[in-house]
DNA sequence: CCTTCATGCCTAGCAATGCTAGGCATAGTG
DNA sequence: CACTATGCCTAGCATTGCTAGGCATGAAGG
């Protein structure tokens, strides 16, 4: 799967994930590559900056927690966060259903 | 519809078309458009640039013809570019399945 | 004839986003 | 004290679609 393929589409799936049940950057990864049967194998790299964007726009809030002696940033969706999500998910049908009868069209 | 939904997907759109029947740029566009029920509306800054990629890559080919006394630079796809199509057909599946499995996923 | 407008193509530069590569701090082990 | 593992973070890059504007040809109006 290309790398493009991803891009504007990552915010709705990290909300997803975090709505499912508040989780530390670690447990989002792994949460996406299970969910996603090992198609999603994201690097921190690129978690991370989403999740602190999502934060930053205020649909993600943080706090600090120490499992285990370490220090863990656990994530939880705010309200606006929800409204977001729903919204990403209705976007995601139509972009779908536009793409699918471009591609599957008339061929 | 958030515009950075496309990033990545565009490619395969424009080889479906061409691939459905030959046509200039102007009429890629509004073959999109028609195709798509009005969803995509792409400018030309977006659809030319992406066109003579795929024709770099060796996916499209382009010749000049006139039509009504002007010119017009009509595209037609070739055997690489059916190849990536169906590649890319593949793509959005395994795409689509992951992106429900975690969006739609537990809620 | 000269000006104005429409068709159709093209490109420079921007902004957003995911990725690569590398760094920081704490806890446990020899 | 050195070394490794866990978990978080960021700088800089490449790609990509978009905005804004330009070029050339042909038709319409004074």
Same mark, same amino acid.
């Given at each position: 799967?290309?790398?493009?393929?991803?891009?504007?589409?990552?915010?709705?799936?990290?909300?997803?994930?975090?709505?499912?049940?508040?989780?530390?950057?670690?447990?989002?990864?792994?949460?996406?590559?299970?969910?996603?049967?090992?198609?999603?194998?994201?690097?921190?790299?690129?978690?991370?900056?989403?999740?602190?964007?999502?934060?930053?726009?205020?649909?993600?809030?943080?706090?600090?927690?120490?499992?285990?002696? #370490? *220090?863990?940033?656990?994530?939880?969706? !705010?309200? %606006?966060?929800? +409204?977001? /999500?729903?919204? #990403? *998910?209705?976007?995601?049908?139509?972009? !779908?259903? %536009?793409?699918? +009868?471009? /591609?599957?069209?008339?061929?």
């Amino acid at each position: 799967m290309k790398a493009e393929a991803l891009k504007g589409h990552l915010d709705g799936l990290l909300l997803a994930i975090v709505d499912g049940g508040s989780t530390h950057g670690y447990g989002v990864i792994s949460a996406l590559h299970d969910r996603s049967d090992g198609a999603f194998d994201l690097p921190e790299g690129t978690v991370y900056p989403a999740l602190h964007r999502l934060e930053r726009a205020g649909l993600l809030e943080s706090s600090w927690s120490t499992a285990a002696g #370490r *220090r863990r940033r656990v994530y939880a969706i !705010t309200a %606006a966060g929800r +409204a977001a /999500l729903h919204d #990403r *998910r209705a976007d995601w049908r139509s972009f !779908t259903t %536009a793409v699918d +009868a471009v /591609l599957g069209g008339v061929a």
